[in-house]
Structure formats: structure tokens, C-alpha cells
């Protein structure tokens, strides 16, 4: 069994930050890329940023130099910064692993973490 669990979302006024934080525990072997995604009402989910187990980064064009992603290994940990915040940026943001256990390759997700950015 393994557990994605994000902390750190909430409200926050345009401009201001957040950092959000996720943890994976459970039967692990190791993990490869992790990463953020997110989902507007309405809208799709789509891909914020991810990291590699080697540490390349990715980002989706529209929060490049505002956001950055970053993981802590030994923590199982997956970290996004997130400054410079627009009302845009509201969404259910979701953590995403793909983990190894038991010789299975599989994608896990957390159960998202709501980011509203308001005045």
C-alpha cells in the first residue's frame, strides 16, 4: 500500500505565497519522477511541474520563475514554492508519483490540497 499526502494549501491574496509539501509512505522501493498537478474547476487537470529522481525539472510555461518544484529523497518528499500568485493559480492541486514496489512500476496520487488565491 502506499500514500501520497499533500499539506500546505489554502488562501492566499495575489502576489503572495504558498508552499506546498507531499509526502509518500507505504511499501516503496524507490521513486522516480514526482510531481504537481493541478485541476480549475471547469478546466482539465494539468501538469504544474515534476522532478526527476536526479532532480531535472520541468514546468508548465505559465508559472515558470514563479514557481519551483523540489524533493527531499530521503524524505520521500516532494516540495512546490509557489510566489508571485495570480487568481489564476486557484485550483485542487494534486501530487503525483511514480513508484516502484514490489518489482510494479504504477502511478499514485494524492487526494489534492485546495489553493484559492483571492482578494
Known amino acids: 500500500q502506499v500514500q501520497l499526502v499533500e499539506s500546505g494549501g489554502g488562501l492566499v491574496q495575489p502576489g503572495g505565497s504558498l508552499r506546498l509539501s507531499c509526502v509518500a509512505s507505504?511499501?516503496?522501493?524507490?521513486?522516480?519522477?514526482m510531481g504537481w498537478y493541478r485541476q480549475a474547476p471547469g478546466k482539465q487537470r494539468e501538469l504544474v511541474a515534476v522532478?526527476?529522481?536526479?532532480?531535472?525539472?520541468n514546468y508548465a510555461d505559465s508559472v515558470k520563475g514563479r514557481f519551483t518544484i523540489s524533493r527531499d529523497n530521503a524524505k520521500n518528499t516532494v516540495y512546490l514554492q509557489m510566489n508571485s500568485l495570480k487568481p489564476e493559480d486557484t485550483a485542487v492541486y494534486y501530487c503525483?508519483?511514480?513508484?516502484?514496489?514490489?518489482?510494479?512500476?504504477?502511478?499514485?496520487w494524492g487526494q489534492g490540497t485546495q489553493v484559492t488565491v483571492s482578494s
Open positions: 503525483n508519483a511514480d513508484i516502484t514496489r514490489r518489482r510494479v512500476r504504477s502511478d499514485y
Open positions: 507505504g511499501s516503496i522501493f524507490s521513486i522516480n519522477a
Open positions: 522532478i526527476t529522481s536526479g532532480g531535472s525539472t
